[in-house]
């Protein structure tokens, strides 16, 4: 355990049940602390560790059951000083220890990455780039996003911006009957430039009055459009015009549109929710990477693989949303901009 697992242990024996925004990477360990479960504890735990050179200051590790594994700095936090030497967004494998045979941890980086290193890697980048490592046992209603999460607003992009995503297993299928959009409040303002290195003092802000309808209007048209991929080409399903104040089903800052015909979506299949928009069209949307700030809840039947942005006549081409400088393709991945969304069927 961590100490990190300090508030959900504590939570439980007081009876506190963990709401989805609280202890995001929390595990209830009183069993462990009670007695000697016959099952070993392999839920993942990250943690930050400051080993010195030759290590980067945001260097994290990852530890399940018995293995643990350091990747590189550059992942946490690629602007700091030296990342450009380190992974630029991506979980990059350094050192693998299996504590069962190597307790006191005995090596250093010249350690061959190993394919069990390497999945701990993946497994690291998808918590780190979600948000969280407990799963948050999420209610399944209508909505795609359960909570939009505390990212900065930008609004500095030509384009189509939106992700990929797709239906967990054992989902089954789900009718959408809805696309809809983010609408900010008046109050809301960006805490930073849009492609601006965060700073210790821009601390990311959770939006204005979420449950507030008064102070919000969309202000220019948009087209929102659901789309399958099938063999790199994308098939367009769902598409909706919005004109500039149309009212829609206002709910928690998301404005709704009903679709003339559901669309059915299926496990196995991969699809894209995109949403357009222009460079100070006045209708920002909340940043796919936070700086400190909660990430959004995300459908408990719904993973996503990556954010998008889609660049005028360039239909089956996605670059990633741009950041403050070109970094790999992972820091992208599992990531969601705050801008499109969709209602599933009751």
């Not at 508030?7 to 209830?28: F, K, M, Q, R």
């Not at 462990?32 to 980067?56: A, I, S």
């Not at 928690?252 to 069209?281: C, G, I, W």
């Amino acid at each position: 355990m961590t100490l990190t697992d300090l508030y959900a242990t504590l939570a439980h024996i007081v009876g506190h049940s963990l709401a989805p925004d609280e202890a995001h990477d929390s595990y209830n360990v009183f069993a462990y602390w009670k007695d000697k479960p016959e099952t070993p504890d392999t839920r993942p735990r990250v943690f930050f560790c400051h080993l010195g050179p030759p290590y980067l200051n945001d260097a994290l590790a990852i530890r399940q059951g018995s293995r643990k594994l350091i990747v590189d700095g550059g992942l946490a936090m690629p602007w700091a000083t030296g990342a450009s030497q380190g992974a630029r967004g991506d979980s990059n494998p350094t050192v693998f220890y299996d504590l069962t045979k190597n307790l006191y941890e005995d090596g250093d980086r010249t350690n061959e990455p190993n394919e069990l290193a390497v999945q701990l890697a993946a497994k690291l980048l998808e918590i780190h780039n979600r948000g969280h490592a407990r799963e948050l046992d999420l209610p399944s209603g209508p909505e795609l996003f359960v909570a939009p999460g505390w990212h900065n607003l930008r609004n500095d992009v030509t384009g189509e911006i939106g992700f990929e995503f797709g239906l967990c297993e054992g989902s089954g299928t789900k009718q959408v009957t809805h696309l809809g959009m983010w609408d900010d409040h008046d109050k809301d303002r960006s805490v930073r430039a849009a492609r601006a290195v965060p700073r210790d003092h821009e601390n990311d802000q959770p939006p204005s009055f979420i449950t507030q309808d008064k102070r919000r209007q969309i202000e220019a048209p948009h087209v929102l459009r659901l789309l399958r991929l099938e063999s790199n080409e994308r098939i367009e399903i769902a598409r909706i015009k919005i004109a500039a104040g149309q009212a829609g089903q206002l709910h928690h800052s998301f404005r709704y549109f009903p679709l003339q015909k559901p669309v059915t979506l299926s496990e196995n299949r991969v699809y894209v929710l995109l949403m357009s928009t222009k460079a100070a069209d006045g209708d920002p949307f909340l940043d796919p990477v936070a700086f400190d700030g909660l990430s959004p809840l995300i459908h408990r039947d719904v993973r996503v693989q990556r954010s998008v942005l889609v660049r005028p006549h360039i239909t089956n081409y996605s670059e990633s949303i741009p950041a403050f400088e070109d970094l790999t393709n992972s820091y992208s991945r599992y990531r969601a901009p705050i801008g499109p969304t969709l209602l599933f069927q009751r």
